[in-house]
Nanobody, 117 residues
């Protein structure tokens, strides 16, 4: 089993920045990639960003590319999401996810990000 704990959410004005962190514990030796999804009120969960655990491959949703940066600290089993130039439409609960090499998926409980206009 893998446990994921997010931190760093909060309230920020439009144009501001926040950084989310996700710490993984448990059976993390077979991590394939980690990333972030978000779910806004009344909407479906959507992909935000992903980083591979081997190599430096990253991918982003078009709506956040150029504003958000995902990074990892492999030694600490941590992934971070630096969010700059935030917009009100970025308001959502942000979920950390981890997929392992056996295609098992794990989710954190989420961190609320609120961007005021």
């Amino acid at each position: 089993q893998v446990q994921l704990v997010e931190s760093g959410g909060g309230l920020v004005q439009a144009g501001g920045s926040l950084r989310l962190s996700c710490a993984a514990s448990g059976r993390t030796f077979s991590t394939y990639h980690m990333g972030w999804y978000r779910q806004a009120p009344g909407k479906e969960r959507e992909f935000v960003a992903r980083i591979m655990w081997s190599g430096d491959g990253t991918s982003y949703a078009g709506s956040v590319e150029g504003r958000f940066t995902i990074s990892r600290d492999s030694a600490k089993n941590t992934v971070r999401l630096q969010m700059n130039n935030l917009r009100p439409e970025d308001t959502a609960i942000y979920y950390c996810d981890l997929e392992d090499t056996y295609s098992r998926r794990y989710w954190g409980k989420g961190a609320l990000v609120t961007v005021s206009s």
